[in-house]
């Protein structure tokens, strides 16, 4: 959206540096012509903002115009970047190593690569962020995806707008019978910012944690997956403030789940979900 120039720029230069990998680079501009594109690079200008997902989907699709499309998807959002030249070859070969992956989360850090906040963290045992392992979530601004695992499950959905996108599609592809791998050991960097700091969030957050888990959980699931939520959102909006935004997102969220299109999970994937350490009702 061009607000972040400086930022841009020094996340395009982090990945233009990356080595053992070709890579082939695509600026997606929500609702705007992007103004800092590297040479070369393919650029989506899309008339309205139509969201972070549906953004990144925008730019999936413009890979598909090159003559030899590749296996990888790296998703990268304009405030992170990388703090080596080969964390992209690495994350590949460690994608390589767990075939069974559909994809490879790096550990987030801030500035000072050693910072991880519990929420960067894609699992919930997360007092130590230098465990690898299997995941069943994943942070979406800076991940690795197979192209054919995200092509087959359609994507980010794109109503869900911001935030929590990456639960639903790692649910998706837990469903169609992929798992997610946690590489610990290789870093990127990100601004330690709280996402509570946009008005949207605890409105958006609310809505579309409704939204997904009606989207992908089997009904005897549903309330104890929402009652369970509850209490833990409400619990922090009270502390932690932005309580009426919560609560109108909650009311959002139930009202319209039905334009949601429903694809309840298999028990078989509650199973694997469960096995890999979050069992769909947390």
């Known amino acids: 959206m061009n607000d972040r120039p400086a930022e841009e720029t020094a996340a395009q230069a982090t990945l233009l540096a990356q080595r053992g990998v070709d890579v082939r680079v695509v600026v997606v501009g929500n609702g705007c012509r992007p103004e800092v594109v590297p040479p070369g690079a393919l650029t989506v200008c899309l008339p309205a903002n139509v ?33 080596a030249a080969n964390v992209l070859a690495r994350l590949v070969t460690e994608a390589e190593r767990h075939p069974e992956a559909a994809w490879v989360q790096p550990r987030l850090t801030g500035p000072d690569d050693a910072t991880t906040p519990r929420r960067w963290v894609p699992r919930l045992r997360a007092k130590a962020p230098g465990r690898p392992g299997r995941v069943t979530s994943m942070t ?120 949601q299109r429903r694809r309840p999970m298999s028990w078989r994937t509650v199973y694997r979900l469960t096995a890999a350490g979050r069992p769909p009702i947390i």
């Open 140 to 259: 979406e601004g800076v991940v690795l995806i197979r192209r054919a695992a995200f092509d087959a499950v359609a994507g980010w959905e794109s109503t869900l707008f911001l935030y929590h996108e990456g639960f639903d599609l790692a649910w998706r592809l837990y469903a169609a019978g992929w798992s997610g791998w946690y590489a610990a050991d290789i870093h990127m960097h990100h601004p330690l910012t709280e996402p509570a700091r946009h008005a949207l969030y605890h409105r958006l957050a609310a809505r579309n944690r409704i939204w997904i888990a009606y989207r992908n959980l089997p009904a005897p699931l549903l309330p104890l997956y929402l009652s369970v939520w509850t209490a833990i959102t409400l619990a922090r909006a009270v502390r932690g403030g932005g309580l009426g935004q919560t609560l109108r997102g909650m009311r959002e969220g139930w009202t319209t789940r039905r334009t």
């Open 51 to 83: 969201g972070i997902p549906g953004g990144r989907n925008a730019g999936a699709e413009a890979l598909r115009t090159v003559e030899d499309t590749a296996d990888w998807l790296f998703f990268l959002d304009n405030d992170a970047c990388f703090p």
